[in-house]
């Protein structure tokens, strides 16, 4: 079992910045891939970033490639989104996601074996 919590969203002014952070707890958060979905309102939850165990391999989805970059510290059982030139189109809950190693990384919400409770990240125009 693998539980996660979110932070550091918040409200924003388009173009600026926000680091999310994603604790989990456990042992096991090293032989987990990690990954970033979002739901903005009256959508379905999308793929925004993946990063396998060791931080080598990363996916990121096409509306937020250049923008937004993900990254892990397994020392911290931790995963990071630094998010940039933030857009209103940004606008979501932002969702940690974890999935053993042994089943790869996905971009599919309903592949994800465990979620965190959400941020809310809002940038206003």
């Known amino acids: 079992q693998v539980r996660l919590v979110e932070s550091g969203g918040g409200l924003v002014q388009a173009g600026g910045s926000l680091r999310l952070s994603c604790l989990a707890s456990?042992?096991?958060?090293?032989?987990?891939?990690m990954g970033w979905f979002r739901q903005a309102p009256g959508k379905e939850r999308e793929f925004v970033a993946a990063?396998?165990?060791?931080?080598?391999?990363?996916k990121c989805a096409e509306a937020v490639k250049g923008r937004f970059t993900i990254s892990r510290n397994n020392d911290k059982n931790s995963v990071y989104q630094q998010m940039n030139s933030l857009e209103p189109e940004d606008t979501a809950v932002y969702y940690c996601?974890?999935?053993?190693?042994?089943?790869?990384?996905?971009?599919?919400?309903?592949?994800?074996?465990?979620w965190g409770q959400g941020t809310q990240v809002t940038v206003s125009s």
């Open positions: 456990g042992r096991t958060f090293s032989t987990h891939n």
């Open positions: 990063m396998g165990c060791s931080g080598g391999r990363t």
């Open positions: 996601a974890a999935r053993p190693m042994f089943r790869g990384l996905t971009t599919t919400p309903e592949e994800v074996d465990y």
